[in-house]
DNA sequence: ATTCGAGGTTGAAAGGTTTCAACTACCGAT
DNA sequence: ATCGGTAGTTGAAACCTTTCAACCTCGAAT
């Protein structure tokens, strides 16, 4: 058999390699090419080597949207995290990413920004491209966009926050318990003036980690809590609040400060230290995370430590068992924070 | 005119709503739909709005795979990075992100994680997705791939890494001067025994910041340059490489370490501070990148800046031109690194 | 010798969009 | 009254793959 040859994969018209012109160069029917790749095992030893062989030499690779349109569905999943600059998030993307990888299902990474606006484009985008399934952390009213998608035979599965009403499966970490743990870590260690710093405040990670705090001094009768919020939560928020903290009269100002995220603990610690406050004697400090670099950082970091590849492989499979069978219950799966005590609550 | 509804924008069949039905529903043909959605000018003001206002109402969306399908191009850029976890690529990713999302076009984010098999995995997709372009930092020999790809059509433009043929445009931070600026200031501030931490030595950037470290020390005559190479640029590689250093007598373990990265830097330091070694009077520490978490490091790092978001931007420029104009000049462009001085090269 | 079934293979239809040549309606100029 | 031109609209073709009913070929069973 010859097989004609057309260079290095590309045609002379500029066109690309179709199943049409390697079935030609085989000798065989569009059928059968399609069944090599797609269903190996209802096709002849011999004609699969052969077919593959020419594939091979054609350069051919499949068109991706043409399979899509006519198989109805994108093998991509989409993800939609709050901050790509933030580690949490990175080491959350890279267990989907690992879990996915495994059914060779592609991940499209989307960063939302804790912006509305750059959320609902990408929402557009995911819907355009007709992803199998969604792993969204959102910022704003999404849950009719979501349920929309949904009614289209989009999967989606709510990170790192517990979807409202059951209709969503969701994967999450206890964040009250989480605010509980920090809180009563600073209590027990002596502090009686805490502020807790993130936001905004209408994102339910912020919320509830805020609330569990508030369970603690609720039953710590001479220590008090203060909330102060931030528009965003990275290093930045937390430099400037800090800054805005120590402007405050010695007597008033905080004696501990409890970050709604690592980031804006780093912030924090970095204002104190330029400041010339000293952590933790003035001032303890804990975050909420535990990134790698809250172990690193100029005072290590007390954390509230997120399991967060686990979150990101429990999304994954969460995500994959809904895409498998659209009706399957809705799972609620929480997971348990733990407290890593380091040398800036110290003492 | 009346208007069909059909529910949330799903049809009783499962299927979606498509042109087709856009276009019954408004009394006008598929053709002035599909105007109205790409050369909206052609369209007459009445008209326009009336079908914008049906699409609206029928949750139309447009399928992109039958889009891309007969448009014979994908919007979407993918963009290859070798590391998702390093913050110097999520930053880069950033103004990347910004600088296309200007132009509506979605980056489609792969992380080869530095390993080849991944690499090419990701390419396989890319190529499946037909996207418009590419922005990779490569790991492995994909020059042919890379040639097969631009004769598909599909822009490639390198980022942190100089094409070596001109055959790529490229986008990328002077290394070998980056080399020679930490070398320098190391042999300026007193040490003598440098040691060279990063790899593995195949990487260019691993390759040309140690000769550029090397051209210093051929000027120093008492100092002197060691190599020793990692698997990985990973803080884990920092920390065994510091625990294998310090297993060394005194008289020859390296009184500054050079790190090709600030994460390896960052697994040093923690290493070294908690084998008891000061930092930096027993030896002086000096990264590369100067993400942000270098500048709050238990030492505050030294490090060499590179201008992260700036080579995000001007390699999204890049690929837009190239994508625009596909025989556009090839570029070369290389930004400068920029020396910062911190505590952990002090005195 | 005929029938049956299994294992392979075929070819046409379908999927939703964009493109483009052809057409219509209308206005102004002659 | 006719012509030319412009603005707007139309509908069929094309893009490339997957799917599936129909078909073919053998060998085994009767």
Redesign the pocket.
Known sequence: MVIELTGQGSRPGG??V???DVAAAAG?????V??V??RPE???E??RVHVLRVIDELG?I??DA??Q????TNRAVGMLVLDVRNPFFTDVAQGVEERLGEHRRPLILGNSGQDQARESTYLDLFEEQRVSGLLITPVGQVLPRLRRLRERGTAVVFVDRRAGSREFSSVSVDDRRGGRLAAQHLVDTGRRRIAFVGGPKGLPQVKHRLQGAEQVLEHAPRAELRFVETPRMDAAAGRSTADELMGLGKRTRPDAILAANDLIALGVLQSLTLAGVRVPDDVAIIGYDDIDFAASAAIPLSSVRQPREELGIAAADALLEVIAEPGARVRDIVLEPELVVRRSTAG
């Open positions: 066109r690309s179709s199943v049409k065989v029917s569009l059928g059968t399609s069944n790749l797609n209802k096709v002849s011999a004609t051919f499949r068109n043409a399979r349109l006519r198989a109805g």
